[in-house]
Structures are given as C-alpha cells and as structure tokens.
C-alpha cells in the first residue's frame, strides 16, 4: 500500500481550518489500512509507520502554525457585503493584509485603505499593534487610482483608471509650457502644480477638478512643493531666495534670504547666497533651505531657528523623518548627516559613500535611512538610540549596499510600509528589494526601451508608476511584478509620474 497525502493548507488559504481537518481525516484513514493490513512484512510496516510517524509530525507543525494566525473577514466600505476571509500572522502588516486581498479579489488599478474600528489603518504597522485578533471584521475602501504625469514635450497628462474597466480612458492634457520638470498632486486632492523650464522657470496651479489653469507662482519659479495642508507652497524664486507662496493667490508671502545674504534681492550667483531648494516638514511647522555647504531651519513666519554647519561641499538633497523631530542632510563632501530639528545639533555622520551624494529619504518609521550617490549604489542606514545622542556626533556604517545598474541612480524610494526599496538606475528595468536581507523581490521589465527616469508606488504600496526616456509610462502590480497598464500620450521623455486616488 503506497501512501501518499495532499497538503492544501496555506497561510493565506480562508478554507485552512476545512484543509487540516481533511488532513485529520485522511492520517485516520492510513493509519487503520496500516494496523488492518496482516500481508506486510515486518520490514514493510516499520516502513510505513515510519512515514506515518512523519505525517503526523508535519501536520502538528500545522496545527500549531494556525494557532498562532488568526481569520480576518474583510467586507467593503459602501456595501458591508464580505468580499473576502484570510488568514494572518499577528505580525503580518497591514499591507500584507491588502496584497491577500488583491490575491483573492483579481488585480485592479485601485487604491486599497483598510479601516478597522472608523480608523484608516497604516499600511506598516502589524495587525497585533493595530489591534486585530481572530475573527474580527475590517472594511476595504477601493477608490479609482489617477497618474499624472509629466514630459518633455510641455505637457502634463491626468490619466483615471476606472475600477471596472480594463483600460484607462484617454488623458487630460496640461500644457504649462517649457519642457516640464515634474507634476504633482496637493495633499488635499484640489490643485496640481507643473515646474517648467518656461522663462528661465515656471511655476503654475491647476484645478485638480475642472482642470483649469489657476494662476502662476510670482517670481518665477525654480522648485516647489506643497505645505501638508496644501494651503501654501515652498520653494526657491528665479533669483535663488527661498520662498513661501500662498495656494489660493500663487503670491509671495515670505521670502527667507541665505544668512550671509543682504535683505534685498541680490543676484550673486555664488552658490553660498543662492538657496538651492526649500522644503517643509511634515507637521508644516518648519522650513528648511539649503545654500553652499549649509543648511537653514526656519519657522513659517520666516524666522531663521538653527543654521546647520559641517559638512564640507554642497549640500544637494534634505529630508524630514516622519514625526519632523530630525533632519537628514546630504552632500557632495561623500556624507550625510543627521540632525535635531529643536536644537540643530548633529547627532550622526552617515560615511562610506564615494562620491556625492544627490538624494536622502527617510523610512516611514523613522527607524531607517536611504541614501544615493554618483558612485552608482543605494546605501541603507539604521538608527538607534538617537534621543541618547550627547556630546561629539557619531559616525555611523552602512547596514545595505546595493549597486546601481549602470552606475547611475535614476531615482530610489521607501514603500510606503518601509520594508522595501525601488530603485530605477541606467536601464529599461526597476528593481524591488527587501531591505531585511537586500534580496530581489521584484524586477520590473519588458515595457521600456530606454532608461527609466522614476518609479514610485501608490498611497497604498500595492502598484507602481513608472516613466522612462522612451515616451512611455508603465503600472505595474507590486505584488506580481506584472504590468497593468500602459500610459502612451507622450512625444517626448516622461519625467516623472505619481500615482494618487
């Protein structure tokens, strides 16, 4: 008698409780054609249980993993009908949650928010930490995924996926004028705002809805980004002074001058009195600009709070930690820097890079570093202890090295639940890594045909835009790998693209 089982348990299978039970019942089964069977030899029985004896063992390790996973319904936001049952680790993200969902429902280009007791869920946190145990009940809201998009060729596209449909309908065409520079959405979904290369450099509101022009950002229009309210922007002015404009107007309402600067306006294009970018934080309390080798820390009423000195070259790229407590800087000196927002103290020194560094990111959490450089790799950086940072700042080594495909770093970023990186370098493919153990997940490719010059996920984490020097915009699953859609309606290279609901 041969024996033999099927084991359809998966910790993702809704139906694992049924599956262990026919397990149960087909071990019984074996077990009684064994000690039934009197043609065996002894040989053959010793055998057999021998097998059993491993059967039996596997289907305790089983048991005792459905223990500690629990069975979550997930019914939807509008109708409160059960779209699907799975089963979880406590430690499982909340991501994990939605890309089980995905595998269960078929994949669609839309946004995902889970919503357990009236509270959106974040898509990093555990199930355990956010509060769920066996049995509970979580609704899903899916909303239609929107991709903006801007090219060479003047214009930015609005490109809307409906949820149903297998196709997205043809885009709504911008035409700021200039070769565009980026396009991005407000954080509250009613205005886009294009930078162009127009006039030495442009900056312009859309109404997100009607998709009418608003008006120009005065002063021209170097670089800007949006306040978390979206209510004002920030940036730096044709004459290299670091500015805030109000949303509604697109006028001027602080203009913060580099230290070393006069108070008028002052066309000295020496890098220490020009600002070379500006940013908020993410609580909206803060500013900070950047001009030679140091940065500046204001509050919105342009008060200069902490001017930041040590490092030994330009500084290229700045960023805020999620909770606006500390700051990352880097530089073309081959280092970073991490600072106290309250004190403008420097608390590490982030070394091992060789060659400037043109871009720094903080992880979701706030535990975890990025940092990229012309030297061709991406490195990742780890904290710990940092309120225990007294004294001489320490000089801190890498935890990750991933080199660059081609030498060149296209663009790099955190997932939204921050345990991976996409890295998009000198070629036509994008690579998805774990940061844990700095494995490939995921490699995107098949659709470009000439470099990618961005790739960024959707709110949450579940797809991918990205946008390449061939004209082309690709969405791809970040579960699967697969590509959904392809954006053709650009003559030119498609500089960036960001997906929002």
Not at 164 to 182: E, I, M, Q, T, Y
């Amino acid at each position: 008698m041969a024996l033999s089982f099927r084991w359809p348990f998966s910790m993702f299978d809704h139906s694992a409780d049924d599956g262990l039970q026919n397990l149960r019942d087909a071990l019984e089964k074996a077990e009684e054609a064994v000690s039934s069977s009197s043609s065996d030899t002894e040989e053959e029985r010793e055998r057999k249980e021998e097998i059993l004896e491993g059967f039996r063992a596997k289907l305790e390790e089983l048991e005792v993993e459905t223990q500690k996973s629990f069975r979550i319904t997930v019914c939807s936001a509008m109708s409160g009908e059960c779209v699907a049952s799975v089963r979880l680790k406590p430690s499982d993200s909340v991501l994990h949650l939605c890309e089980a969902v995905v595998k269960e429902m078929g994949q669609k280009v839309v946004s995902h928010s889970v919503l357990f007791q009236n509270e959106v869920l974040p898509q990093h946190r555990e199930l355990r930490e956010v509060g769920l145990q066996d049995g509970d009940t979580v609704y899903l809201a899916r909303a239609p995924v929107k991709c903006l998009t801007a090219s060479h060729d003047g214009t930015a596209c609005m490109w809307s996926f409906e949820q149903d449909s297998c196709s997205s309908s043809d885009p709504v065409k911008l035409r700021p004028g200039g070769a565009l520079k980026s396009a991005t959405v407000s954080p509250c979904g009613t205005m886009l705002l294009t930078l162009s290369t127009e006039e030495g450099g442009s900056g312009k509101l859309w109404c997100a809805q009607s998709h009418h022009f608003l008006h120009k950002l005065q002063g021209g229009c170097g670089s800007a980004s949006f306040a978390p309210d979206g209510q004002s922007l920030v940036g730096v002015d044709a004459d290299g002074v670091a500015v805030i404009w109000c949303a509604r107007t697109g006028r001027v309402s602080q203009r913060m001058f580099a230290p070393n600067a006069s108070s008028q306006w002052d066309t000295d294009s020496d890098d220490d009195t020009e600002m070379s970018f500006a940013n908020f934080s993410p609580c909206g309390r803060y500013v900070v600009t950047a001009s030679g080798f140091g940065a500046q820390l204001w509050d919105t009423s342009g008060n200069l709070l902490h001017t930041l000195h040590g490092h030994e070259g330009s500084i290229r790229c700045t960023a805020f930690a999620q909770n606006s407590r500390f700051l990352l800087t880097a530089a073309s000196d081959d280092s970073a820097r991490l600072w106290d927002v309250e004190t403008g103290r420097c608390l590490r020194v982030l070394v091992g890079h060789q060659g400037a560094l043109n871009y720094c990111t903080f992880s979701p959490t706030g535990e975890a570093a990025m940092t990229a450089s012309r030297d061709g790799t991406v490195k990742l950086w780890e904290f710990e202890d940092l309120d225990l940072g007294l004294g001489e700042a320490l000089r801190v080594d890498c935890s990750l090295t991933l080199e660059a495909e081609g030498g060149v770093v296209s663009s790099a970023c955190f997932s939204p639940e921050g345990s991976r990186l996409l890295i998009a370098c000198a070629s036509a493919t994008v690579r998805l890594v774990h940061i844990a153990t700095g494995q490939l997940q995921l490699s995107l490719e098949g659709l470009h045909e000439d470099w990618v010059r961005s790739a960024n996920f959707s709110p949450d984490g579940l797809i991918i835009a990205t946008s390449s020097y061939d004209g082309n915009v690709g969405v791809w699953s970040a579960t699967t790998g697969k590509c959904l859609r392809v954006l053709q309606g650009h003559s030119q290279a498609v500089v960036s693209a960001h997906l929002a609901a």
